[in-house]
């Protein structure tokens, strides 16, 4: 997932942007992580399949921890997951959980 940043230059100090992700990094519990698991099965990328925008519902309740806009919300609560299971984007999670679920089989 590539970010970009905005530069804005002024003239007076008041037009300072914060920083993207203004949230502190958190750890989820085995539950959480379940979760957002379960709810990544739905991606339109894991089977090739619409969930019928059940991914995106299901995973907005995850992200009441999170202040911002929706997506926002989203990107940095995956963010996060991304680095507490290892990964650096979506495509690798969803490969993860694809080997996982080859594993089980």
């Known amino acids: 997932m590539v970010r970009l ?5 002024c003239r ?8 993207l992700n203004t949230n502190k990094m958190r ?10 698991e379960s709810n990544l099965k739905l991606h339109l990328n894991y089977k090739g399949v619409s969930s019928g ?8 309740k995850l992200t009441y921890n999170y202040s911002g ?8 609560m995956l963010d996060d997951y991304f680095k507490q ?5 979506l495509d690798e999670a969803l490969s993860r959980l694809r080997q996982q679920e080859n594993q089980v089989k």
């Open 12 to 19: 007076s100090d008041f037009c300072a942007l914060p920083p």
């Open 69 to 76: 806009a929706r997506g926002m919300a989203l990107s940095n």
């Open 53 to 60: 925008n059940k991914y995106l519902r299901e995973m907005d």
């Open 85 to 89: 299971v290892g990964v650096k984007d």
């Open 27 to 36: 750890n989820f519990t085995k539950e959480t992580i379940a979760q957002i």
């Open 5 to 9: 940043e905005i530069i804005r230059v």
